[in-house]
C-alpha cells in the first residue's frame, strides 16, 4: 500500500509562517491536496493539484510539491488556522486514495 | 451551491450493518464521483471508497473489500454506503465529499454522520 506520512504536530506564533510536510514515495509525481480540519468540523479543500487554492481560501495559504515531499506553507500564521491538516493524493498503481497521518497546528 | 447532506447518527451493535445516505444538489451528479471517508474518534482521515454515479462503477479501499457496498440513486442524486459486520472499531464519523475526475481531490463535504457500535 501506498503511505503518506507527516509530523504529528507544529506550533507556531501568530504572524509567523507555519510549513507542513507529507512524505510519499516519488510523490512528485502525483497531484496532492490539502485540507483543513477545525475542530469538531468536516475537512475543508484549501489546497489542491499541488498548489492550487479553491475560491474562498487566503492566499496565505500556498502549496509545493517535488521529488518526496509535498508542504504546505501558512504565511502570516493566524489564529484561525489553528486545526489539523491532512494531505491526500492518489496512488496510480492500485488505483486508490490514500490521506496522510495528519498534523496538528498549534498557534499559540 | 453545491451541498451534501447526510444521514443522522446510528447506533448499532456488533454484527449489524449499517446504511447511510448523502444527497447532494446543486450540481449534475452524474459529473462528479462521491467519497466516503471516516474517522475514528481521535484518529484521522481514512478514505473507504468512491463510486462514479455515472456508470455506477465503485472502488473500494482493501482494508473494507468485502464489507461495504456503494451505491447511487440518480432520481434523487443520492448515494448510499452500506458497512456491514460492525465491530467497536467501525465507531466513527463518515463522511461524503464530492470528487473530481481525473484530478482525484474532494471539494466539498457532507456534515459527517455519528456511527457508534456498542452492545
Known amino acids: 500500500s501506498y503511505d503518506l506520512t507527516q509530523s504529528p504536530s507544529v506550533s507556531v506564533s501568530p504572524g509567523q509562517t507555519t510549513s507542513i510536510t507529507c512524505s510519499g514515495y516519488k510523490l512528485g509525481d502525483k497531484y496532492v491536496s490539502w485540507y483543513q480540519q477545525k475542530s469538531g468540523q468536516s475537512p475543508v479543500l484549501v489546497i489542491y493539484?499541488?498548489?492550487k487554492r479553491p475560491s474562498g481560501i487566503p492566499a496565505r495559504f500556498s502549496g509545493s510539491n517535488s521529488e518526496n515531499t509535498a508542504t504546505l506553507t501558512i504565511s502570516g500564521t493566524q489564529t484561525m488556522d489553528e486545526a489539523d491538516y491532512y494531505c491526500?493524493?492518489?496512488?496510480?498503481?492500485?488505483?486508490?486514495?490514500?490521506f496522510g497521518t495528519g498534523t496538528k497546528v498549534t498557534v499559540l | 451551491q453545491v451541498r451534501l447532506v447526510q444521514s443522522g447518527t446510528e447506533v448499532k451493535k456488533p454484527g449489524a450493518s449499517v446504511n447511510l445516505s448523502c444527497k447532494t444538489s446543486g450540481y449534475t451528479f452524474t459529473n462528479y464521483y462521491i467519497v466516503w471517508v471516516r474517522q475514528a474518534p481521535g484518529q484521522g482521515l481514512e478514505w473507504m471508497g468512491i463510486?462514479?454515479?455515472?456508470?455506477?462503477?465503485?472502488t473500494y479501499g482493501q482494508k473494507f473489500q468485502g464489507r461495504v457496498t456503494m451505491t447511487r440513486d440518480t432520481s434523487t442524486s443520492t448515494v448510499n454506503m452500506e458497512l456491514s459486520s460492525l465491530t467497536s472499531d467501525d465507531t466513527a464519523v463518515y463522511y461524503c465529499?464530492?470528487?473530481?475526475?481525473?484530478?482525484?481531490?474532494?471539494?466539498?463535504w457532507g456534515q459527517g454522520t455519528l456511527v457508534t457500535v456498542s452492545s
Open positions: 493539484q499541488d498548489n
Open positions: 463510486i462514479n454515479p455515472s456508470g455506477d462503477i465503485t
Open positions: 491526500q493524493t492518489w496512488d496510480s498503481t492500485t488505483a486508490l486514495y490514500v
Open positions: 465529499a464530492r470528487g473530481i475526475p481525473s484530478y482525484y481531490y474532494f471539494d466539498y
